[in-house]
């Protein structure tokens, strides 16, 4: 979409311009609010860094999160309608855990009604903290979801964005992340940031990965400065799906030992990977940390004087993958980045797949016996329901003899709207702590879920697709909304009658 923009010494460039009109290599600022009032002394010094910001002709947009962590903070719009009204391109993060749909698109609508157009799409952290107790988390609808309500909003004025997050240990945990990401932009994401890593095999991968399926959407590299309180708290787990390995907490150590704790180690650290990120292609960097005006400036410096080929030698050292991590593309040992080659295991593997377990394999063929709309079974099923539509006491009766079941054999949680065969026969209400139907978040780490230690359901449902040679199209179909209205009532009936997600009424 080609269009004019009017620009003042006061008013930057709109970041949807810079992306898709200009090869502009796009710097942004991401800037977390801090709890209480704007006028404290806390969000005050956040404010005048943002101003300071914003008056700088090198920073293209400034990004503000939505409760990072978990934690309560000041709403990102509260800072941002200040910075928007001085010229600054701002990114608004809105994040699904705390509201539900219809807090989101009256949010959608105040947010477009104010003017701000690029939003950042997220399902968000689960609450750790909350007034007089833990919040309960939302997760009515999730990243992709929202999505789809960002594009529909306003008559599709927004500019969205999303997050992807392939720096994960095992293969049914990167390969959901890309899958999702194909529904992501599918639905409707204009821009893509990438989660916090720290290697530039990973960061390759992942431009690789887009240009092999044919993507084209700009890309900003995630990176996020660290100190050895951040390096140190990253390694303890406790920010979902960001990994600092012993091998990196042990190189900040190391250096924060020296006079200046570190602060010129760390700088030079992130300059180097924002040459890596312009190197491999990337549209941008997206700068996060605790850092002053004059970190920033430093870094941007660092990057001025390096020469253009230095970051090549640049990915040979920004090397700290988990053991054993997975990756797409055989490594190139003398870039210390991506070949062409696919894993050769990965292809292997695909091949010879692996026995699925018992109770999946039964639960398949029960559903294509009973539930496949073309088989004998549904059409038997329809007609009861129908029946039973008519007779509440036969209605009940069914549903008590359904819950009877499933409660059994997957731990139902009686939504009404089921979506066990998306899931691989897993139970997203149950057994998922963000109820994500649309795929994984980005808080796994080796497989396990960030809220407790129990699997993900969407690493246990890609394992048990695989097994079939089914788990690429693991996402693939419209949007999942799950619908609030059919709770308490039979899912066997909604999917008979086409109450659910799945489609309209059906006709006998």
């Known amino acids: 979409m080609a269009y004019s923009v009017a620009t003042t010494a006061w008013t930057k460039r709109p970041l949807r311009f810079l992306l898709e009109e200009t090869d502009t290599f796009v710097t942004i600022a991401e800037l977390a609010t801090s709890r209480g009032l704007i006028t404290d002394a806390s969000s005050s010094k956040v404010l005048g860094l943002a101003r300071s910001l914003a008056e700088h002709p090198r920073f293209h947009a400034l990004s503000i999160t939505d409760n990072p962590g978990g934690h309560a903070m000041l709403s990102a719009d509260t800072m941002g309608t200040d910075l928007m009204y001085r010229g600054q391109e701002v990114i608004i993060h809105l994040s699904c855990k705390d509201w539900n749909r219809n807090a989101l698109e009256s949010r959608c609508w105040m947010l477009a009604s104010v003017g701000f157009r690029n939003v950042l799409a997220l399902s968000g952290d689960s609450p750790v903290t909350g007034f007089h107790g833990q919040a309960s988390p939302v997760f009515d609808i999730d990243s992709v979801g929202l999505l789809k309500l960002l594009t529909e909003v306003q008559g599709g004025n927004f500019f969205p964005g999303a997050v992807v997050s392939n720096y994960k240990r095992l293969e049914s945990e990167v390969?959901?992340?890309?899958?999702?990401?194909?529904?992501?932009?599918?639905?409707?994401?204009?821009?893509?940031?990438?989660?916090?890593?720290?290697?530039?095999?990973?960061?390759?991968?992942?431009?690789?990965?887009?240009?092999?399926?044919?993507?084209?959407?700009?890309?900003?590299?995630?990176?996020?400065?660290?100190?050895?309180?951040?390096?140190?708290?990253?390694?303890?787990?406790?920010?979902?799906?960001?990994?600092?390995?012993?091998?990196?907490?042990?190189?900040a150590e190391k250096q924060a030992a020296s006079p200046d704790k570190g602060r010129a180690f760390f700088l030079d650290f992130a300059a180097r990977q924002c040459a890596i990120a312009r190197g491999l292609g990337y549209r941008g960097i997206y700068l996060g940390g605790h850092l002053k005006l004059e970190d920033y400036e430093k870094i941007l410096a660092l990057l001025d004087?390096?020469?253009?080929?230095?970051?090549?030698?640049?990915?040979?050292?920004?090397?700290?993958?988990?053991?054993?991590?997975?990756?797409?593309?055989?490594?190139?040992?003398?870039?210390?980045?991506?070949?062409?080659?696919?894993?050769?295991?990965?292809?292997?593997?695909?091949?010879?797949?692996?026995?699925?377990?018992?109770?999946?394999?039964?639960?398949?063929?029960?559903?294509?016996?009973?539930?496949?709309?073309?088989?004998?079974?549904?059409?038997?099923?329809?007609?009861?329901?129908?029946?039973?539509?008519?007779?509440?006491?036969?209605?009940?009766?069914?549903?008590?003899?359904?819950?009877?079941?499933?409660?059994?054999?997957?731990?139902?949680?009686?939504?009404?709207?089921?979506?066990?065969?998306?899931?691989?026969?897993?139970?997203?209400?149950?057994?998922?702590?963000?109820?994500?139907?649309?795929?994984?978040?980005?808080?796994?780490?080796?497989?396990t879920c960030e809220v407790g230690e129990k699997p993900c359901i969407w690493v246990r449902a890609y394992d048990r697709l695989k097994a079939y040679g089914e788990e690429e199209g693991m996402l693939d179909g419209p949007v999942i909304f799950k619908n609030g209205a059919l709770r308490g009532t039979s899912a066997w009936g909604n999917a008979f009658l086409g109450r659910d997600h799945r489609g309209k009424p059906k006709t006998s």
């Not at 993507?215 to 400065?225: C, E, Q, S, Y």
């Not at 991590?325 to 292809?347: A, K, M, V």
């Not at 499933?406 to 997203?428: N, Q, T, V, W």
């Open 175 to 251: 390969m959901p992340q890309y899958f999702k990401l194909a529904k992501k932009i599918a639905t409707g994401a204009g821009f893509l940031i990438n989660q916090i890593g720290y290697d530039a095999l990973k960061m390759d991968e992942l431009l690789r990965y887009m240009e092999l399926q044919g993507w084209t959407l700009p890309v900003m590299a995630n990176i996020f400065v660290l100190g050895v309180t951040a390096a140190r708290y990253f390694h303890s787990g406790k920010i979902p799906g960001v990994i600092v390995t012993d091998d990196l907490l042990a190189l």
């Open 305 to 447: 004087s390096f020469a253009p080929d230095d970051w090549r030698e640049f990915a040979k050292q920004l090397h700290f993958p988990q053991a054993d991590e997975f990756t797409y593309f055989e490594p190139d040992p003398d870039t210390g980045l991506c070949s062409h080659q696919i894993n050769r295991e990965y292809l292997k593997s695909k091949q010879q797949p692996k026995c699925a377990p018992l109770a999946y394999r039964v639960n398949r063929r029960i559903h294509d016996l009973a539930f496949e709309e073309a088989s004998a079974g549904f059409r038997a099923g329809r007609k009861l329901y129908q029946i039973a539509d008519r007779a509440p006491l036969l209605g009940r009766a069914i549903h008590a003899a359904e819950q009877a079941v499933k409660i059994a054999a997957f731990d139902c949680r009686d939504c009404g709207d089921c979506s066990l065969p998306e899931i691989a026969y897993l139970c997203p209400e149950s057994q998922c702590a963000k109820n994500q139907r649309n795929g994984p978040c980005g808080g796994t780490h080796q497989g």
